[in-house]
């Protein structure tokens, strides 16, 4: 075990006598004192100072362990587990921690998707308008915090894409159409989704409050660590006891990124209520009556509606369209279904008619409905999550560089241990990530793997493999020992459940998997090793992984608070800090402009959109920078290419005011919403005001009879 105080005190009596062959005569990183002794090589560290690792004492080691330790394990209590589900709960935590880059950017994605419901929300309205719980801007609201709920779910496979999607299109868009209830009698969608919708909020988890105290006690920890680091310039353990702390800095941006996108209460009854809500929308569907008057309502041809074949084939929505939760990053190549309604929304209408764009009432709802689908349907992926995937990798690559940094320039300066290790975690989670968007692009979402492989020459060896075990044991008397009963159970199971995945699972079960656990466990050790001195040996002293160590450097801590030592740790920690502080304000940014979407009190809600449009107002102008880049970028490309670059999408942005002008195909934009009102056998128009809005149905063209009847329903 190495003593480094003796082996200064050692080596100090004997370095320019029996010691020379250990003085360090090799290229330095940094300024060194002048005052004797030289630094040691790492062969005269081991000869002089002993071998082995010199264990912190657990005085040291229980001070970190409640500096750290506890308000890390406050953040990981904190993370969105599921209740009753053990391996569940492992393997989510074993991806949170091993896989943080894929992590964070399926979770920023989907925020995103809720924020741009929030914001279509807001904008259905003019600045002042927010109408009360019976308006079309309710149900309008109702509608798009379903979709936002529905998109942290996974879809079937067997889902026909552009079917379903113009069946969710109908189920949140359309108040025409009558559902009939079980045991009841037949009731307006609208009033259907403010039920759903209500449950939904009520069933949203909360806790935010306990989030927000965990988040707090780790940056006062931090805090406390940069007060010991900085008091103690060039003393390693306290060095290295901010590293971890900065290391880890991207834990609480991911915890508190999960608590925009939320996850209810119960992941499996709300899964059953969007499956009961879609269901009583496609037996509407499949009802010759209901279809004629929804057809008749909107006067379109029974054509428009022959897709609504395949919603007769059982086979496809068997157990309802929804499979899994997989929210906040914890199933892979999850991307949801609301960006492609969104989208197509936008493309259709929201987009060119910007705020305000609800007034138009039933023009509006008609052609959302009814605007075509793209061919990939709700399986379609935009690579605009570029952006999520590069803003994850900004966070968890900057505050893990900013770990590196500390740990590098601390003495003895150059690649060890500690910054090797950290490297080595970031090159496993940015690989696991790389392989997990490399597959993403090359196989597709329905890849049959039974079709695929039995298609090729060779087959699946771990297919194989699990058959042979199975019938290996089918044929032993499974009287004779209980473990063979239990080994043939589990082989059957595995082999079932392996046979009914496709490629992509297959090799997230496999590959990425390890991956995971692989680099959770060497963050596990980094943890350990630093809480308990696992890296107070020679080898790590003297920094021998790369270029620029080699030698250990008995300088004191006032030499090091002399030379530069200061600024080094300060940018490291400086770099860590900010990636995080910018990544925590702006996803309390995100969760404060799109509350108003999931609140349960309606006028609070109200209240929380009023806040939201006033700061939106003073910030507006940011909203125009990335459009702006986008578009530079756009015409740059197209003189460039002689103008071969696809049209851009439209998208919504926020502005305060009415803009934009309608479509050409859509006719001249309607007026001021107006209510009917009779005096003395006339009918003239009075203008709505602003805290209460119609409802959609009652917007609806004049003279038709369903109109009149849902707008009744709806009421």
Request: charge should be positive.
């Amino acid at each position: 075990m190495p003593n480094i105080t003796a082996c200064v005190e050692r080596f100090r009596d004997c370095y320019n006598t029996t010691c020379t062959e250990y003085v360090y005569h090799g290229p330095v990183y940094g300024q060194l004192s002048k005052d004797p002794p030289p630094p040691i090589t790492n062969a005269g560290c081991k000869r002089l100072c002993g071998t082995g690792v010199d264990y912190y004492p657990w005085s040291v080691s229980s001070a970190t362990i409640t500096t750290w330790v506890l308000p890390v394990l406050g953040l990981l209590v904190q993370l969105p587990f599921e209740s009753n589900a053990f391996w569940g709960t492992l393997w989510s935590l074993a991806r949170w921690c091993g896989s943080p880059i894929a992590s964070l950017s399926y979770v920023l994605w989907n925020i995103k998707v809720t924020g741009k419901c929030a914001l279509m929300s807001d904008m259905a309205t003019g600045l002042d308008e927010y109408g009360d719980e019976d308006s079309a801007f309710a149900n309008t609201r109702d509608a798009l915090f379903i979709l936002s709920v529905m998109n942290q779910y996974s879809v079937k496979r067997r889902m026909p894409p552009r079917e379903g999607e113009k069946l969710l299109r109908i189920a949140l868009l359309s108040h025409a159409l009558l559902v009939q209830l079980p045991n009841s009698v037949p009731q307006s969608l609208v009033h259907r989704r403010k039920l759903l919708a209500r449950t939904l909020r009520e069933r949203r988890k909360k806790g935010i409050v306990p989030v927000y105290f965990s988040l707090s006690w780790f940056i006062f920890a931090l805090s406390l660590s940069i007060a010991d680091a900085f008091g103690q310039l060039g003393d390693d353990q306290t060095a290295h006891d901010l590293a971890i702390g900065l290391l880890l800095a991207w834990l609480p941006v991911f915890v508190i990124a999960t608590i925009v996108d939320r996850n209810p209460i119960g992941s499996d009854p709300i899964r059953r209520k969007l499956n009961e809500f879609v269901e009583d929308v496609r037996q509407a569907l499949l009802k010759p009556a209901t279809r004629e008057a929804f057809l008749a309502h909107y006067g379109r041809r029974e054509d428009e509606l022959a897709w609504t074949g395949l919603l007769e084939v059982d086979d496809f929505y068997h157990d309802g369209i929804f499979a899994h939760f997989a929210g906040q990053g914890r199933v892979r190549w999850h991307y949801g279904i609301a960006h492609s309604i969104t989208a197509g929304m936008e493309t259709a209408y929201i987009a060119a008619r910007g705020r305000g764009w609800l007034q138009a009432g039933s023009e509006a709802e008609s052609t959302m409905i009814w605007a075509p689908v793209n061919d990939q349907g709700l399986f379609w992926f935009d690579f605009r999550m570029i952006w999520q995937m590069v803003g994850s990798i900004v966070v968890v690559g900057g505050t893990l560089f900013g770990a590196f940094i500390l740990a590098y320039f601390t003495p003895t300066v150059g690649l060890g241990c500690n910054s090797g290790g950290y490297l080595i975690y970031f090159v496993l989670a940015l690989v696991n990530f790389l392989i997990e968007m490399i597959i993403w692009w090359l196989i597709p979402e329905a890849t049959d793997t039974q079709q695929w492989i039995q298609s090729r020459p060779t087959r699946s060896s771990i297919s194989g493999i699990t058959t042979h075990i199975s019938q290996r044991l089918d044929r032993v008397d499974s009287n004779k020992s209980k473990w063979i009963t239990t080994a043939r159970s589990l082989s059957r199971r595995v082999l079932k459940q392996w046979n009914g995945m496709t490629l992509r699972d297959r090799i997230g079960a496999t590959v990425l998997r390890l991956l995971d656990v692989s680099a959770a466990t060497w963050l596990a050790f980094l943890a350990c090793a630093q809480i308990f001195g696992a890296h107070r040996n020679c080898d790590c002293f003297t920094s021998i992984w790369g270029s620029g160590g080699g030698y250990l450097d008995f300088n004191t801590i006032q030499h090091y608070r002399g030379h530069n030592v200061a600024y080094y740790w300060s940018f490291g920690m400086a770099l860590s800090l900010v990636v995080m502080m910018l990544s925590m304000i702006f996803i309390t940014y995100e969760y404060c402009t799109q509350s108003h979407l999931s609140s349960e009190d309606y006028d609070q809600a109200m209240q929380g959109l009023r806040m939201t449009r006033s700061v939106k107002r003073h910030v507006s102008w940011c909203y125009r920078i990335p459009a702006s880049i986008i578009t530079m970028v756009r015409v740059l490309l197209n003189s460039i290419l002689d103008g071969k670059v696809s049209p851009r999408r439209k998208s919504l942005v926020w502005t305060p005011v009415r803009i934009g002008t309608a479509p050409t195909n859509l006719g001249p934009m309607p007026g001021p919403l107006r209510t009917p009102e009779r005096s003395s056998g006339q009918a003239h128009s009075r203008p709505v005001s602003s805290d209460h809005l119609l409802p959609l149905a009652s917007l609806a063209p004049e003279g038709s009879s369903h109109s009149r009847s849902s707008s009744e329903a709806a009421l």
